[in-house]
């Protein structure tokens, strides 16, 4: 059963932190890379961290430095810090395996979680 479930969104000033979780099923995760995306309203989902499972973290240029990625392999789980959150950040954050969404006709998402940041 292919299963993600994102929580931890809600709504933050803009400088303040938030902790995204996403408990994945182990067909996804297992020997997975895992990463976070957002999605902003009008826009393009974008992959914004990506975490192998060995734990080696990439992270794109609009949130390096602000957030960690890690994951905890006996619980299925991958995690999200955001600290220093901007305005620009405001957007539904999902879950999934890179190596996956790459495949054609592969379509499993989870509900995503909200986040907003005011400014």
């Known amino acids: 059963q292919v299963q993600l479930v994102e929580s931890g969104g809600g709504l933050v000033q803009a400088g303040g932190s938030l902790r995204l979780s996403c408990e994945a099923s182990g067909s996804i995760f297992n020997r997975n890379s895992m990463g976070w995306y957002r999605q902003a309203p009008g826009k393009q989902r974008e992959l914004v961290a990506t975490?192998?499972?060995?734990?080696?973290?990439n992270y794109g240029d609009s949130v390096k430095g602000r957030f960690t990625i890690s994951r905890d392999n006996a619980k299925n789980t991958v995690y999200l810090q955001m600290n220093s959150l901007k305005p620009e950040d405001t957007a539904v954050y999902y879950c999934?395996?890179?190596?996956?969404?790459?495949?054609?006709?592969?379509?499993?998402w989870g509900q995503g979680t909200q986040v907003t940041v005011s400014s």
């Open positions: 999934n395996a890179p190596a996956l969404v790459r495949l054609s006709g592969y379509d499993y």
């Open positions: 975490i192998s499972s060995g734990g080696t973290t």
